[in-house]
């Protein structure tokens, strides 16, 4: 039996064991998915684990993507330059097995968008970032892969934001977030990277009422599913898409690499997962 893992410290709250539980059954497949609360402390030890052949891989989350991609053997080139990675995949070498280390939110990023409103990025010049942390990091990136102007990074510590655009690749300019009503007029997209908009929180006079009408609005925030920065961007009459199918798309490749079968996000593991918000 295949086995691969959900890792993090804590882990209780993850809801990666429902998704790919669901595509197992759903796919028939000899298979399993744990979550498994890792110190950070035992987390070399636990690696190992994949090495010998116990798990065919995994995911990894909080506190641990900046440090797995420090213990990994080989390393995804498109996705090397985030600095974190979210999903390792055992794989054969001449001595043994050693751990491929990918990041997979950047791809679910761009899955949700092309999903939830294709064609987002046709004619795409300018979009604005808001956050500067690990998330934005994917998003920036992937950004840069679908914009032909810039890709504004706006941050609370201005700082983080002059660091991760110095770090990625492609037309990405840091600013402070007091800029957004300055740069919102030629943003074709805005997407919440921070945590504002968990527990019902909400940007301090963001003017939106200043994005051109065709603009879309996301959020990589999914709990509430429709923040405060979506439900005024909705009120605005802009296009919104939600957070929660990023979570499922970053599911898919790490699923394919384990299993050997390539799951699909339909409506009923979206209802799932939207159950349990
Ligand atoms: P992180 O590395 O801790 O970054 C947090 C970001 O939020 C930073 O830019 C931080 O700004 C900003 N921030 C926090 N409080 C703020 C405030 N009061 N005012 C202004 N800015 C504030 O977190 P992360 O790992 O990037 O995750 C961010 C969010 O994305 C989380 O809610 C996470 O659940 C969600 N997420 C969703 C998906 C998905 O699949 N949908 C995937 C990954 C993450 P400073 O730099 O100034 O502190």
């Given amino acids: 039996m295949k086995r691969a893992f959900v890792i993090g410290h804590p882990i209780k709250h993850s809801r990666s064991p429902l998704i790919h ?43 641990h993507k900046e440090d797995v991609f420090r213990l990994v053997d080989f390393s995804d080139v498109d996705t090397v330059h985030l600095g974190a990675f979210n999903t390792l995949i055992g794989q054969p ?47 920036a990136a992937a950004l840069s892969l679908r914009t032909t102007g810039n890709t504004y990074v706006l941050n609370r510590t201005i700082e983080r934001a002059e660091v991760l655009c110095a770090d990625l690749r492609g037309n990405l300019r840091p600013a402070a977030l007091d800029r957004f009503a300055e740069l919102a007029p030629s943003a074709g997209l ?42 005024d961007a909705r009120a605005l009459g802009l296009r919104t898409v939600d957070g929660l199918c990023m979570l499922l798309h970053q599911a898919v490749p790490g699923f394919e690499a384990w299993f050997g079968v390539r799951p699909e996000v339909t409506p009923a593991l979206r209802a799932k997962i939207e159950a349990t918000l």
């Fill in 21 to 63: 539980g669901h595509w197992l059954a759903e796919h028939v497949i000899d298979g399993s998915y744990e979550a498994i609360d890792v110190a950070p402390a035992d987390l070399p030890a636990f690696l190992d684990r994949i090495r010998s052949g116990e798990f065919v891989g995994g995911n990894v989350t909080v506190p």
């Fill in 93 to 139: 070498t001449q001595t043994g097995i050693g751990i491929y280390g990918t990041n997979t939110d950047l791809y679910g990023f761009l899955a949700n968008l092309d999903a939830g409103a294709p064609g987002w990025s046709d004619g795409l010049e300018n979009a604005i970032v808001l956050g500067a942390g690990g998330a934005a990091r994917a998003v």
């Fill in 190 to 231: 805005v997407v919440n990277t921070t945590t504002i908009g968990m527990h019902g929180t909400r940007f301090d006079g963001l003017a939106l009422d200043r994005l051109p009408k065709s603009a879309l609005v996301t959020d990589i925030v999914y709990v509430p599913l429709e923040t405060p920065l979506l439900a």
